[in-house]
């Protein structure tokens, strides 16, 4: 089992920056594929950004390259996603997940373990 939780949610400005954390903890963290999606009311949850298992591999949905940027410690079991230049499109629950299967995950499905969600609520 893999035990997921998320900080750093909150509200922002338009155009402002938040940075996102996630704690793992139960298994091997350096062997575990990363990921944030995200999810709005009435919607399918929706990929956003992952990272291979040592970080060297890294891969963003269209809708956030260049304004979002997915990292990870190993050492402190934690991922991160830097998000700057918020739009309130970006609006949302954001969720960390865990794959224990790929090497890098880039769809929902492949994601085997999730945390609570965090509100990001971005103003106009």
């Known amino acids: 089992q893999v035990q997921l939780v998320e900080s750093g949610g909150g509200l922002v400005q338009a155009g402002g920056s938040l940075r996102l954390s996630c704690a793992a903890s139960g298994r091997t963290f350096s062997m575990l594929a990363m990921g944030w999606l995200r999810q709005t009311p009435g919607k399918e949850r929706e990929f956003v950004a992952a990272?291979?298992?040592?970080?060297?591999?890294?891969y963003y949905a269209d809708s956030v390259k260049g304004r979002f940027t997915v990292s990870r410690d190993n050492a402190k079991n934690t991922v991160y996603l830097q998000m700057n230049s918020l739009k309130p499109e970006d609006t949302a629950v954001y969720y960390c997940?865990?794959?224990?299967?790929?090497?890098?995950?880039?769809?929902?499905?492949?994601?085997?373990?999730w945390g609570q969600g965090t509100q990001v609520t971005v103003s106009s």
């Open positions: 997940a865990a794959s224990s299967t790929a090497i890098m995950a880039t769809t929902t499905n492949e994601y085997d373990y």
């Open positions: 990272i291979s298992w040592s970080g060297s591999r890294t």
